[in-house]
């Protein structure tokens, strides 16, 4: 029994193929107002506003490889909003994937400490984490650990107990 299938039958999934992804990519939501190129495959941004627009095209474009893309949308976003710790902890994350180590030090850094005034512990400790992988036994470091630590023992002084 042949169960080769007839020339005709593949090259119409060649072209069905071929037809999809193209309407896809015409499809995919482009935002005008965004001023650098965005990245090859741009998640469907419709209902974002505009600051965590920035922060997709900021996120594709690393996972991309495009460091400078990301870069200039995180750019962008901080143009829109500079009280949002996430902002600088992604450019910790562009920073140390560009092998820019001091600039993602000081990225990680200034979001701990914004974590820290927002009494998030959890990603204090993580933006520490990651102020540990570039500088260990720096005194910055242990500057930001003692000062989380203690922050987070006020804390849990001040919580009346039951």
Do not use: C
């Amino acid at each position: 029994m042949n169960s080769r299938k007839p020339a005709g039958v593949f090259l119409i999934i060649l072209l069905s193929l071929v037809f999809s992804t193209s309407v896809a990519a015409q499809s995919i939501n482009r935002d005008s107002n965004y001023k650098g190129t965005p990245p090859p495959m741009v998640p469907d941004v419709t209902g974002l506003d505009e600051y965590n627009k920035r922060l997709v095209y900021a996120d594709t474009n690393l996972q991309a490889g495009d460091y400078e893309g990301a870069l200039e949308a995180l750019k962008e976003a901080e143009r829109i909003r500079k009280d949002d710790p996430f902002l600088y902890e992604m450019y910790g994350i562009v920073y140390k994937a560009n092998r820019d180590p001091d600039k993602a030090f000081l990225s990680f850094k200034k979001a701990g400490y914004m974590y820290l005034e927002k009494k998030n512990f959890k990603k204090a400790f993580e933006m520490l984490s990651w102020m540990k992988t570039i500088k260990y036994d720096s005194k910055e470091v242990t500057d930001f650990e003692k000062k989380l630590r203690k922050r987070q023992e006020v804390i849990k002084h001040d919580i009346p107990h039951k």
